[in-house]
């Protein structure tokens, strides 16, 4: 991250204090609030050392998606600087969900050979379940090219079962066998979710340690894993959405979720009452604590009326709501299940876990408000966290601590862990993408050229030769396009561009040894000369781009005559002595007129004097091109490496920072990739899409 986008959010007391390396802070981004929990890991149990809740000042996100990045990121910074002041340490890293708002799910299977006598171990586990996301990732997206599909990324997994030489078996490790299997379920999400939950960490100054799912992080909390052999259900009802996820013999076998929760009965009461928005919300949090509710709808009228009458007038709301939860729930287990755990900020709502009950046909004790599980996995702490609506956010707190997100496709880059949204195969270049890493890092580019005109003819000066950048994948020599697997190493330098060219005037004009001269008395200086731009110029003298650099030679009597404007019709001395216009000059040489000299007879025309040679002269070979429509000349390398595509970019005024469009790449009339090879005839095209040609 860059230094100066993050802004000073630590107090004093935060910055005196040593961060124990074992902490875990944990963000709930939620449509209503954001809570945060900071706690440590102590005899493996989560110690909760403070929580704090702050809620949207105004509607920032619908449907547990965010909308106002800028709004949502005030609020998360909020619940980071008050967390601070109470621990004393300042907080880097962050462990969050993303809500499952277009949630998608796959499942997947996958077996492995066993050697004889293999003894099973992580590693071994870790290639299992890898195989069987790679597999889930290739039925999810199949390789279909279509620019208009949306790009979903996997942003978890639960396992359904593991097999040992066919039969069910919940721990793999230190076995012995033929033969493992297991089944997963992915889930995956629309990029669009993902990254504006990393760029709002980012703008909260926070680095994201672990992604998981609000689902998975509530299942984690909730229903702890002996219990995962019933078949149940687990239902987060929060504002804008309700996650729900299912489990059966041990495992997690279904998510989903409904995009109707809390909010659809507080737009009930203010369509029934005429309130706004924020006083509808504090009627909806009042039905389950007060007698008699007093409020003022917008005219300004106070009214007063009892839960039970709110209650019946949004139950047909309500009744909807829980219709929409069971067909979820229903769909996601092939059925009911044998119970319902009820949590979040809505499972509160009066008569919600009877309506459940009933659209599900199960009895009224099957269907309960969850939280007396939650202390499984936490030591005692000053903190209430037994409400269902710290169900997520100790979830995911619980589910880093204690590591039980499953991940077993992790890559190391630069000797830390790669963070990683997997889309299908992933490549050297997608890691480096994701990991903040930039086209100009990964491409080395030999610094900018410059064309100036001599002579009338353009000349190229080219930049320096680039470091390229160096990839190591496990050890050796390696490319971006590599794919990689499980477990790699990625070591990567980036690429360090050449230094732009900065020609003088003796770079593209060889200066042969200069002499004084004397004409009629008056000092000139022959040899080759050189202007620029119509004025006269030194070797010394820097060049800009499209400079008209003109060279001629004085370096016999015509030649200087010519230049001095003087009429070579006459007779003249070199030194005391007749002279021919042709006759070469020395140093210090004397030329005057010869007196009482008739004029000669006029000489017939000559050639123009020969251009003295240029650094091109016996360069090599000449590769010829048309560069967007013009023709252009290329000197050979110094090392005869041949020109590729990108070699060009330098030519033309284009600037990969700052996109006008699509960039086109054409060789003779097609597409092209930067490395592809140029030969002599070839027509190189180079513009963006949206623009004129550059």
């Known amino acids: 991250m860059q230094t100066e986008e993050q802004p000073d959010f630590l107090s004093e007391d935060a910055d005196a204090g040593k961060a124990p390396e074992n902490y875990v802070f944990a963000l709930d981004i939620g449509t209503r609030s954001v809570i945060g929990i900071v706690g440590t890991l102590e005899d493996e149990k989560l110690h909760i050392t403070a929580m704090e809740t702050v809620e949207h000042p105004k509607r920032a996100m619908i449907d547990g998606q965010i909308e106002d990045i800028e709004q949502v990121s005030r609020v998360a910074r909020t619940v980071k600087e008050r967390l601070e002041k109470r621990i004393g340490y300042p907080l880097r890293h962050v462990c969050v969900a993303a809500a499952g708002r277009a949630l998608k799910t796959q499942k997947a299977s996958y077996e492995l050979a066993l050697k004889q006598s293999q003894t099973i171990d992580e590693e071994l586990v870790c290639r299992l379940e890898a195989g069987a996301i790679e597999a889930a990732e290739r039925q999810f997206n199949p390789e279909i090219p279509d620019e208009n599909q949306p790009v979903f990324y996997l942003v978890g997994y639960s396992v359904i079962q593991y097999t040992l030489d066919n039969y069910p078996i919940s721990n793999l490790l ?49 229903i702890p894993q002996n219990l995962r052999l019933l078949n149940l259900a687990l239902v987060d009802i929060g504002a804008g959405t309700s ?63 009892t839960p039970e009458e709110i209650q019946n007038k949004t139950e047909p709301v309500m009744r909807s709501l829980c219709e929409e939860i069971s067909q979820r729930i229903a769909q996601a287990n092939g059925g009911p299940p044998s119970a319902v755990f009820l949590v979040g900020g809505g499972s509160k709502l009066p ?67 790669a963070k990683l949204f997997r889309s299908g195969r992933l490549s050297v270049l997608d890691v480096l993408l994701m990991n903040g890493y930039s086209y100009n890092q990964l491409i080395s580019r030999s610094g900018q050229s410059m064309i100036v005109e001599l002579n009338g003819d353009n000349k190229i000066i080219y930049g320096g030769h680039p470091d390229a950048a160096r990839i190591l994948l496990n050890g050796a020599e390696s490319n971006i396009a590599a794919l990689v697997k499980a477990g790699d190493c990625i070591d990567f330098e980036p ?200």
């Open 174 to 222: 230190d076995h012995r066998g033929q033969s493992i299997g297991v089944e997963v379920i992915a889930t995956f999400l629309p990029r669009e979710v993902v990254d504006s939950l990393y760029t709002t960490m980012h703008k909260t100054g926070l680095e994201v340690s672990s992604l998981t799912l609000e689902p998975i992080a509530a299942m984690n909390a909730a």
């Open 243 to 305: 996650d729900i996820a299912v489990s059966r013999d041990g495992g997690v076998v279904g998510y989903t979720m409904a995009t109707v929760a809390g909010d659809e009965v507080t737009e009930a009461i203010m369509k029934d009452y005429l309130v706004d928005f924020a006083s509808a919300e504090g009627i909806k949090l009042k039905m389950s604590g007060e007698r008699n509710i007093v409020f003022k709808d917008i005219l300004g009228f106070e009214h007063t009326a």
């Open 495 to 694: 690429a360090v561009p050449g230094a732009d060219a900065h020609p003088t005037v003796g770079d593209v004009v060889r200066f042969e040894k200069m002499h004084r001269v004397f004409l009629n008395g008056s000092e000139f200086t022959a040899g080759t000369r050189a202007m620029v731009n119509g004025r006269p110029a030194e070797p010394e003298q820097p060049l800009c781009a499209r400079d008209r650099v003109q060279t001629f030679s004085i370096h016999t009597l015509r030649e200087l005559l010519n230049f001095a404007g003087e009429d070579e019709t006459r007779a003249w001395l070199i030194n005391g002595q007749p002279a021919g216009l042709d006759d070469p000059l020395t140093e210090e040489d004397q030329i005057e007129y010869a007196p009482s000299a008739a004029p000669q007879a006029q000489a017939a025309p000559l050639e123009p004097p020969a251009q003295p040679q240029t650094e091109d002269a016996g360069a090599g070979a000449i590769t010829h091109i048309t560069l967007n429509g013009a023709p252009l000349a290329l000197k050979a390398k110094p090392d005869k490496a041949p020109y590729h595509l990108i070699d060009m970019l330098n030519l033309v005024d284009i600037d990969l920072s700052k996109p006008q469009g699509n960039i086109i790449l054409h060789v003779n009339g097609q597409d092209a990739a930067y490395l592809q090879m140029l030969a002599d005839g070839d027509k190189v095209d180079i513009y963006w899409e949206k623009g004129a040609r550059l």
């Open 351 to 417: 008569g919600m876990c009877a309506c459940v009950a009933e659209s599900l046909n199960l009895p009224l004790t099957r269907v309960a408000i969850g939280g007396s599980n939650f202390m499984v996995y936490v030591a005692a702490s000053d903190e209430d966290v037994t409400g269902p609506e710290y169900a997520t956010p100790l979830g995911i707190a619980v589910s880093a601590a204690l590591n039980l997100i499953n991940d077993s496709f992790s890559i190391t880059l630069n000797g830390s862990r």
